[in-house]
């Protein structure tokens, strides 16, 4: 029995014919095409033809174009071109691309392409019109606030010239130091007992207040002691004396010291104050553990109220002319202080004045020792080795860290924000000296000039012309580079933002191969930057007579730290030739004012939020 099926409609296609069938059952064969033209069109049919740009285009200035002669001239130039171009030689084609290609050169320059800056992005990017801010502007180093008394000593001739004297003396180091937080209290130490000094003879600004200044009337002449005695009654643990008006590296010095506060830290007046007290009036002799310097106190000198108190019962056990205290206060310590280098320009230049014999005359803004003065150094020196070698006890014979040759923060910055630091010194060791009594102090100096004259090569490479905010100065040092050696900066706090550095030496491009970057939270433990961080260096072309121009550029993302230096890790055949050693920290901002989102661009400018904590 068959199975029954159900008829359907089908459709075959071939080459040639097409079978359709039907209810019926009959097969009718009809062409394909004619098959294909009865199924129902799909789709969109465009006329290619038309221009679809057209209707942009009123009717109205289309005409106009069609008819003016500006468009005849325009398809008669084009006829001209393209006959010109097809009777061009080979050599006439090739200047022209040659033409075409300097122009797109010169185009590609002018844009920054090959720098790296696009021109029309150097002020504008998504955000809108920006500017950039200097974020430095706006940090500033906050421990130690108020801890500080500067002491400021005051001797007026009668009590009708007073207020003129006080305006002459006192007025400009009160404008100066009332702008600094850290300094919570300033004594004012009057010399003169038979003058009664009050704070209505003052000229201050509106920066200082009243209830911050205090005078004390002493009841004797204690001469420079005064200046120990005022810090002793100061209520804070710090004390700061300078006695000369002149701007000096406050923050710096102070954030040094705030590490160290068990050692003297001064800020030399020049490059030859640093040089006598840090070679010349230095003593050291290891048999009997003496290691200590002078330098002069009133030109910028921070010490504990420790430090000054322990001085004090000293002066009362082995009594000293109080008109010579200075001449005592760092040698007594038996510690090498922590001395910055000085800038040569803050203070007038200073010349001796002798009296009949030639001496000379004893000043208190004088920057050299006179007669008398070294007679006293001389003195106290000779006074510390006896206790030392007699081991009484009186005096510490061991060494505060950091010593002479750990004290590796050399001078500050100009700007105020940061300390150059190397581990290369500029003078020989003193110990090549072993101090004895029977040597005087214009002994002592002729003998360190003669081995090595600071005057020779350090008076005009000193440290300072690194870190001076100028690329015309260079600190060279007078010796090759060694494997270990460094340079770097401290940049007084930790840091909030990304920093970018810079350096400029002339040294070969192989200097830079041979640095490994570090970074420290303390100063002390070292850690290497992330291997990501990239330096971009850009060296001039050598000659036959000097070495290349290095410049170099690198951008710390991570933050925390406060410490960078650059390493070597290799002996090397030249000295430390030194520029430009600096940092910064810009951010952007649109034109609302707005401080863009925390970020980095390439070109190590950061972007921070406006209420970020700073």
Not at 240 to 251: E, G, S, V
Request: overall charge negative; aromatic content about 12%.
């Amino acid at each position: 029995m068959r199975p029954l099926h159900k008829k359907t409609s089908s459709l075959s296609l071939s080459s040639s014919s097409g079978i359709v069938g039907s209810n019926e059952g009959n097969n009718i064969r009809r062409p394909v095409s004619s098959v294909l033209s009865d199924l129902p069109l799909r789709g969109i049919h465009i006329n290619i033809s038309s221009d679809p740009f057209q209707h942009r285009i009123p009717p109205y200035v289309q005409r106009a174009w069609q008819e003016s002669r500006i468009q005849e001239y325009v398809t008669e130039w084009q006829s001209r071109l393209r006959r010109r171009y097809h009777k061009a030689s080979p050599l006439e084609l090739l200047v022209l691309s040659l033409i075409m290609f300097a122009s797109a050169i010169l185009l590609l320059v002018h844009v920054g392409f090959f720098s790296g800056k696009k021109y029309q992005d150097w002020h504008y990017d998504h955000y809108g019109w920006l500017d950039e801010v200097d974020l430095l502007d706006m940090l500033y180093p906050d421990e130690g606030r108020g801890l500080t008394t500067a002491v400021l000593l005051f001797d007026p001739e009668d009590q009708w010239k007073v207020a003129e004297e006080a305006k002459e003396t006192l007025t400009p180091l009160l404008d100066e130091l009332c702008g600094y937080e850290m300094f919570g209290s300033i004594m004012i130490w009057n010399n003169n007992p038979l003058v009664n000094m009050t704070t209505d003879v003052l000229e201050i600004n509106k920066k200082c207040q009243s209830s911050k200044i205090q005078i004390y009337n002493s009841y004797s002449n204690m001469h420079t002691a005064g200046r120990y005695l005022g810090c002793s009654l100061a209520k804070t643990p710090y004390c700061y004396f300078q006695d000369h008006a002149a701007p000096r590296h406050w923050r710096s010095l102070y954030a040094n010291f705030l590490r160290f506060p068990s050692l003297i830290h001064s800020e030399m007046r020049d490059v030859q104050a640093y040089a006598q007290a840090k070679w010349r009036w230095c003593f050291f002799n290891d048999a009997v553990h003496l290691h200590t310097c002078h330098a002069h106190v009133g030109y910028g000198t921070l010490a504990s109220k420790e430090t000054v108190s322990k001085f004090i019962e000293l002066m009362e056990l082995d009594p000293i002319d109080v008109k010579y205290s200075d001449m005592y206060f760092m040698t007594y310590t038996n510690q090498a202080p922590y001395l910055l280098e000085g800038t040569k320009s803050v203070f007038p230049s200073f010349e001796d004045e002798e009296d009949r014999v030639g001496a000379i005359i004893e000043n208190k803004n004088n920057p050299n020792l006179t007669r008398a003065g070294r007679e006293h150094v001389h003195t106290g020196v000779v006074s510390l080795y006896n206790h030392l070698i007699h081991r009484t006890g009186v005096f510490q014979t061991g060494e505060i860290f950091p010593n002479y040759h750990e004290q590796t923060s050399r001078t500050s910055c100009a700007s105020d924000r940061c300390l150059f630091m190397t581990n290369v010194e500029a003078f020989p060791d003193p110990r090549v000296f072993a101090y004895e009594p029977i040597i005087n102090l214009s002994r002592t100096e002729d003998m360190h000039d003669s081995y090595n004259d600071a005057r020779d090569h350090y008076y005009k490479y000193p440290y300072g012309n690194a870190v001076d905010g100028t690329d015309n100065t260079v600190w060279k040092s007078q010796r090759h580079i060694k494997a270990g050696d460094y340079i770097g900066l401290d940049v007084l706090m930790a840091t909030r933002i990304p920093l970018k550095f810079r350096f400029l030496a002339r040294h070969p491009y192989s200097y830079r191969r041979a640095l490994n970057i570090q970074t420290s939270f303390d100063g002390i433990n070292w850690m290497p930057v992330n291997p990501s961080t990239e330096i971009e260096c850009n060296a001039e072309d050598e000659t036959s007579l000097h070495t290349s121009m290095l410049e170099c550029r690198f951008t710390l993302s991570e933050t925390g730290y406060r410490f960078m230096r650059m390493e070597t890790t290799q002996d090397l055949d030249y000295v430390f030739e030194l520029y430009d050693l600096s940092f910064s920290a810009k951010v952007k901002r649109d034109a609302n004012g707005q401080l863009l989102d925390f970020s980095v661009d390439h070109n190590g400018v950061a972007f921070v939020e406006e209420d970020r904590n700073l």
